[in-house]
C-alpha cells in the first residue's frame, strides 16, 4: 500500500502532466497552483514518514511549479525547504551518497539564492550562502568551496550595509584561507574585518586577534612562491611581516603595547635568525598566559618548519 506521501505525490504528478481541460473551466495558472499545492502536502507527508530523500524531490516539484506560474517567492521558499531535507536524507538508507547528498542540497540553496537576488531580498540571498559554506565545511569537507560561499555571503552582507554579519562572514573565510595556505587572501581578509572593527568600541577589542592572524600569515607568506628563491623569500617573509606590525600599530597604536604585537615581534625575530629553539620557546612562552588555539597552532608549526628546512640559516 502506497503511503500518504506517495499519494500526494502521484495526484500531483497527474494535475502537472494533465492537460487542463477546456480553457473555460481551467487554465495552465490553477493547474500548475493546484500541483504546487498538492507537491507541497507530499513534501510534508514525506516528512512526517521520515523519508526525507522523496520530501526534498517533491518540494523542488512545487518549486518548479511555483516558476512556472512566475511565483519567485515562494520558489526560493520550496527549493530552501528541499534543501533542508535533502541534508536529513541519510546515505546509508537510501540510493543517494553522501557526496550526492550535500551536492543536491547546495544545488537546491543555489537556486534559493539566484531567486532571492532577483526579488531583490539579498539579505536572504547572503543567508543562504552562509548555509552552503557550513554544509561544505562540516559536512561536505570542501574548505576550498566553503570559503568561497562565505566570502560571497560577505560580500553581500556588506553591500546590504550588515557590518556585523560581514565580519563574520570574512572571519570564517580568511581562516579557511590560511589553513589552505592561500595566505594572501586571508590576509586581506583579517585586515579587512580589523579596519571594520576599528570603528566601534564593541568590535575594537578583536581588532588585536585579527592582527595577529594576518600576522602570522605574512610570516607564511611566501613559502609556496617557487618563482622567488628561498633564501630571498625567506628575508622577504620577514620584510613583510615587520611593514605589517608597523601599519597595524599606526592604524591601533595600542596594538604596540599588546602581547600579541609583541609575540609577533618575537617570532618574526627568530625567524629572521632562522633559530628554531628560539622561536619555540616564544610560542611557549606566549602560549603560557594566552592560549592558542588549533588554527595558530597549525601555522606556527608550519612556519617552525620552514626554519628547520630553510638550508643555511640553521
Known sequence: MSSQGDQYRQKADKKASSSGGFA??????????????????????????????????????????????????????????????YKKSHPERETLTLRLKLAVAVASLQKTIQLYKEKGRFRQAADRHKEIAAILQQEGGDLAGALEAFQAAGDIYTQ?????????????????????????????LFERVASQSLGSALTRYGVKEYYLKAGLCWLATGRSELTISRVAGWKQDVVSTKRAIDNYCNADPSFATQRECKFLNAIADAFDAGDAEEFTAAVADYDRLTHLDAWKTGLLLAIKRNIAEEPGLV
Open 24 to 85: 473555460f473551466f481551467s487554465s495552465s495558472s490553477s493547474k500548475f497552483e493546484e500541483a504546487h499545492d498538492l507537491y507541497q502536502q507530499a513534501g510534508n507527508a514525506y516528512k512526517m514518514e521520515n523519508k526525507h530523500k522523496e520530501a526534498g524531490d517533491a518540494f523542488s516539484r512545487a518549486a518548479e511549479m511555483a516558476l512556472k506560474n512566475d511565483e519567485k517567492d515562494d520558489a526560493a521558499n520550496d527549493f530552501w525547504t528541499a534543501s533542508k531535507s
Open 160 to 188: 546590504e550595509d550588515a557590518t556585523a554579519s560581514a565580519n563574520g562572514c570574512y572571519k570564517e573565510a580568511a581562516e579557511l584561507a590560511g589553513s589552505l595556505g592561500h595566505y594572501q587572501r586571508a590576509i586581506e
